[in-house]
């Protein structure tokens, strides 16, 4: 779909297009289902052009697997951002497939909340205290309130911070840090896998809300 051009077709007696322009329309009457739509021109698949992407790096990739790690982390976090970008309380809150309880600002709560249970696992003492509550509360407190939308970005900006601190006193990948005996390159690891299933949801969560696709 180089050069601007429109792929059709049809599902649930609804024309589906895929355009590349800043506002999605309705494409039906008898649906509440957003036209999809994509900033970029380049490759329309893509969240947007290379230029305008604060996640393309242009020179080489980084030396050494802490440094790749850390680099693949950064993205996936700066992704989840992007796929809240642009949207108000009302929408980020959005449970947009039904019947989960999952919604934009749901996943930055979460996150926030699994970057502390992270740090608890190598932090010496007595663990933090759930952010948000027990259980699914990280998903079922995300509100349509513009105060609770500041709180989780804010929460989630520092735990991020108070995580990463945690873990610059392990530079060696091998080390074993929590009482059941995890590595370093694990906790990585699985922060990485964490953010990068996260983002896919959020990728069919913000199609579902205003239509923008990308990767």
């Known amino acids: 779909m180089a050069g601007g051009q429109t792929s059709r077709g049809r599902r649930e007696g609804c024309d589906i297009r895929l355009r590349r322009g800043p506002r999605p329309t309705i494409v039906s009457g008898m649906s509440d289902e957003p036209e999809r739509w994509s900033k970029a021109a380049v490759h329309p698949d893509m969240w947007a052009d290379p230029d305008e ?3 393309n790096n242009d020179g080489a990739s ?3 697997e802490l440094a790749t790690l850390r680099d693949y982390l950064d993205n996936y976090r700066l992704t989840l951002r992007l796929k809240c970008e642009g949207l108000g309380p009302e929408q980020l809150a959005r449970r947009s497939v039904r019947p989960s309880t999952m919604s934009l600002l749901g996943l930055v709560r979460h996150l926030a909340e699994v970057e502390r249970d992270w740090r608890n696992w190598i932090s010496p003492g007595d663990p933090a205290p759930k952010l948000y509550g ?3 509360a990280d998903f079922e407190g995300a509100a349509a309130e513009q105060a609770l939308v500041d ?10 911070a108070a995580t990463d601190a945690a873990l610059e006193g392990h530079p060696d990948l091998g080390a074993r840090v929590s009482q059941d005996g995890t590595s370093v390159r694990e906790l990585w690891v699985h922060r990485i896998e ?5 983002c896919g949801h959020a990728d069919l969560l913000r199609e579902r809300i205003d239509g923008r696709v990308g990767q």
């Open 134 to 136: 027990a259980r699914d």
């Open 53 to 55: 992407d604060p996640r």
């Open 62 to 64: 980084p030396d050494g």
């Open 194 to 198: 964490e953010y990068a299933r996260h």
């Open 151 to 160: 709180g989780a970005f804010a929460d989630l900006a520092r735990e991020q």
